[in-house]
T-cell receptor, first 114, second 111 residues
Framework: AQTVTQSQPEMSVQEAETVTLSCTYDTSESDYYLFWYKQPPSRQMILVIRQEAYKQQNATENRFSVNFQKAAKSFSLKISDSQLGDAAMYFCAYRRGGSEKLVFGKGTKLTVNP | NAGVMQNPRHLVRRRGQEARLRCSPMKGHSHVYWYRQLPEEGLKFMVYLQKENIIDESGMPKERFSAEFPKEGPSILRIQQVVRGDSAAYFC?????????FGSGTRLTVV
């Protein structure tokens, strides 16, 4: 079974600084997708960024970028120029190709200090 | 487009009662997924439905839980004879096959 591990229950960062959230996963599949979701106190799950396993280039969305290391099965999220609105729970998720089921990690709580 | 709508946002039930959680997918989406989030945990997949069909229910508890997505109307997650351990946030997501959009969840509290 696929598993997703987020080893940092909590992280903090100063406003305008950069922070990296870690995620590792375990799979024997070659076709899969990886995601980072943000869950603010409102509870809404918001897709931050997505990576297809077949793509070597790391995905980027404005201040959010990933470091996808396929051989190491690592998928970290870098947030640059952190803003107060970035404070939230961040969940890493995996989806096998051909499946609709998302497998989530336990999350990392990010605090942004002014 | 109103997004994925879940109601109620909060639901309190006494032990032994039934809980019905509703999810209206985004316009044009025919795939619906239900996830459960226990305190301090990530979301856990429960069931995947398309109109009038259950596609994957591998994450559903064997008893007391059921889900439907009728031809007309919202998808319903039903929990019969609720117990304290059912207290959680229940999220619905919908997709058109390209990626899942989540609702804001229903927080169920069993007292």
């Amino acid at each position: 079974a696929q598993t997703v591990t987020q080893s940092q229950p909590e992280m903090s960062v100063q406003e305008a600084e950069t922070v990296t959230l870690s995620c590792t996963y375990d799979t024997s599949e070659s076709d899969y997708y990886l995601f980072w979701y943000k869950q603010p106190p409102s509870r809404q799950m918001i897709l931050v960024i997505r990576q297809e396993a077949y793509k070597q280039q790391n995905a980027t969305e404005n201040r959010f970028s990933v470091n996808f290391q396929k051989a190491a099965k690592s998928f970290s999220l870098k947030i640059s120029d952190s803003q107060l609105g970035d404070a939230a729970m961040y969940f890493c998720a995996y989806r096998r190709g051909g499946s609709e089921k998302l497998v989530f990690g336990k999350g990392t709580k990010l605090t942004v200090n002014p | 487009n109103a997004g994925v709508m879940q109601n109620p946002r909060h639901l309190v039930r006494r032990r032994g009662q039934e809980a019905r959680l509703r999810c209206s997918p985004m316009k044009g989406h025919s795939h619906v997924y239900w996830y459960r989030q226990l305190p301090e945990e990530g979301l856990k997949f429960m069931v995947y439905l398309q109109k009038e069909n259950i596609i994957d229910e591998s994450g559903m508890p064997k008893e007391r839980f059921s889900a439907e997505f009728p031809k007309e109307g919202p998808s319903i997650l039903r929990i019969q004879q609720v117990v304290r351990g059912d207290s959680a946030a229940y999220f619905c997501a919908s997709s058109d096959g390209q990626g899942q959009t989540f609702g804001s969840g229903t927080r169920l509290t069993v007292v």
